[in-house]
């Protein structure tokens, strides 16, 4: 009885065996992409620091001691903004009495020139009064001449036209003399303010301001130090623009040239940092290097950039239309790169059609790296679907299951 359940058991397994022989290997999940067509760079990378394209360094014009420091490092100021005070000490008071001199000069400038201006009005009314005494005194000479004055009257005409003559004379020598002191005052005034321009430098001196828009770098004084002319104690430096110096070889100069593009990124990372241009080329070739020296200039709108950090330039010197894969998708095997390609015909003639997608192992000639993307020379196309994930677990004509 146990004999014959055994076999009727081993027809149902022979059954079975079979059924798993026609369903053949099992898909393998795969992640699939679509090449379209892309710019290829030709490009060449170098490493360097940035330079600001403005920075200064803030020292001491003159002795004293420190009062107050109204700014912090690390902080954005504008052209002007304090930046240190020192004790004012004497300059202070010459400053003060500098001042004080010159508005007294100018005080006594608008009364000269008051002076001067009622003396001219004061001519005015001296003339009005000369022309009518001339008239009197032609008529009075006509009537004496005619019997019908007497001499006593003319000469009373007379004597009033000569008085009105020297009083012409004399308001003329007093306006000449006036004139004379507005020049005087006017010379006084220009000298006092010289005096308060001398006063202001020391005193200037005495705060130190921001002589352009940037940002305070470390202070290394303190309210109370006291310091001394031509003492360094702090920087400003504008972040807006930075330079990097790139030395390029010889073997590209017909490509260098200025407006060249130039993307700057993070040597760890490879993270765009910002993109400029080669705005200088120098006409001296470095023979020791077989270099020329290049200077590119990029904007810090992020405000990632800081002076003389460590970066990478990557100088693209052309682009033109092209393939990119994922460096994912390449299977390096003997020194050559292959990608897989999903399909629905067979790998090679003379293969059964298969059933669904499979992948074919499709031998690729590559070009630089290009971001995360090799650049492809030859071996695919725009519309091939590659496959870029689990590629470890493909051979040519192994069935896929593409995953979204």
Not at 174 to 202: D, E, F, M, S, W
């Amino acid at each position: 009885m146990f004999l014959g359940f055994l076999l009727l058991l081993l027809p149902l397994a022979g059954c079975t065996g079979k059924e798993s022989t026609a369903q053949g290997p099992q898909a393998v999940p795969v992640k699939l992409q679509q090449l379209n067509s892309g710019l290829l760079e030709d490009s060449r990378e170098f490493l360097g620091n940035l330079q600001a394209v403005k920075q200064v360094q803030l020292v001491a014009q003159i002795n004293g001691q420190i009062t107050s420091i109204p700014v912090n490092y690390g902080q954005f100021v504008k052209v002007g903004t304090p930046i240190l005070q020192l004790q004012p000490d004497q300059t202070a008071t010459q400053l003060a009495e500098a001042i004080s001199q010159s508005n007294a000069a100018q005080m006594a400038l608008k009364t000269a020139e008051a002076n001067l201006s009622a003396s001219i009005a004061q001519r005015g009314t001296i003339v009005a009064q000369l022309n009518l005494n001339q008239v009197n005194y032609k008529r009075a000479k006509v009537l004496f001449d005619q019997g019908a004055v007497s001499a006593l009257q003319l000469d009373e005409q007379t004597a009033n036209l000569g008085v009105s003559k020297a009083q012409l004379e004399a308001q003329d020598e007093t306006i000449q003399a006036n004139r004379a002191a507005v020049k005087q005052a006017q010379a006084n005034l220009k000298a006092t303010q010289a005096q308060v321009g001398t006063a202001q430098v020391p005193f200037g001196f005495k705060q130190v301001t921001a002589p352009i828009n940037g940002v305070v770098g470390n202070i290394n004084v303190k309210v109370g130090d006291y310091v001394r002319s031509g003492e360094s104690f702090t920087t400003i430096t504008e972040n807006a623009f930075f330079d990097l110096l790139i030395a390029v070889p010889t073997n590209y100069s017909k490509q260098l040239r200025q407006g060249v593009p130039v993307q700057l990124l993070d040597p760890n990372s490879n993270e765009l940092l910002s993109q400029g241009s080669i705005f200088f080329v120098s006409p001296v070739v470095d023979n020791s290097a077989q270099s020329i020296l290049t200077r590119a200039r990029f904007p810090n709108s992020s405000g990632k950039l800081r002076n003389g950090q460590y970066v990478k330039a990557r100088v693209i010197w052309s682009k033109q239309p092209g393939v990119l894969v994922p460096v994912t998708a390449v299977a390096p095997l003997s020194g050559q790169n292959f990608v897989f390609v999903a399909q629905n015909t067979p790998c090679k003639q003379g293969d059964p059609n298969p059933s669904g997608q499979i992948v074919c192992q499709r031998l690729v000639e590559l070009g630089a790296v290009q971001g995360q993307s090799y650049q492809v020379l030859q071996g695919l196309k725009p519309g091939d679907n590659i496959a870029v994930s689990g590629i470890i677990n493909l051979r040519n004509g192994v069935p896929i299951k593409p995953e979204s």
